[in-house]
């Protein structure tokens, strides 16, 4: 009874800081806050609410058209994601993966999706608090003072360590409260020394 099954047409809400920001509409979607389906997915980790997530990967293969980078709106970030890759035929036949007919559809992808495994009819919800970039993984613990800390790794060579700590603290049995933890929090990346040590550096927008 809890089947289902999810696919790059599965509706999801985006929710977080970029949820509703003009770089995340669409045609489909000028709201930016429902995009349709996730791709590429890599490992992710259960929640201690119980909750899956599952996290987007490379992303950048199944965009299409590079004439049409040359003068994008998006040119610098999609540079910094390898946007278009052109792995996949999609955009040739799907126009949303035609950077040229949709510049922000793939701002929509590179996200932390959750998803709740024991309602098959709720919405999975891409996370966007815990940061944009080609994830691997998205495993947590539960910190001394009841903030959930979220471990992940993006897989392009040469990048990053990060980890999500959420504002707000665990609170057991607490269903609606614990639901939305995600959408507000710090996330840091890491930098490693030479000497083993390791410093957790706050990514926080405008500094």
Known sequence: KYNRRITAETDMTISGPCAGHARMTTSYDPAGVHVRGMLNNCAGGM????????????????????????????????ERMGIPAERQVWGKFHSRFDIGSEPNESNRFGWIVEIDPLDPESTPIKRTALGRFKHEGAENILNRDGRVVIYMGDDQQFDYVYKFVTRNAFMQGQEAHNRNLLDEGTLYVARFSDDGTLEWIPLVFGT
């Open 47 to 78: 929640t201690p609410w119980g909750t899956w997530l599952s996290a987007e990967e490379n992303i950048n293969m199944y965009f299409w058209n590079r004439p049409a980078l040359a003068g994008h709106v998006e040119k610098r970030n999609y």
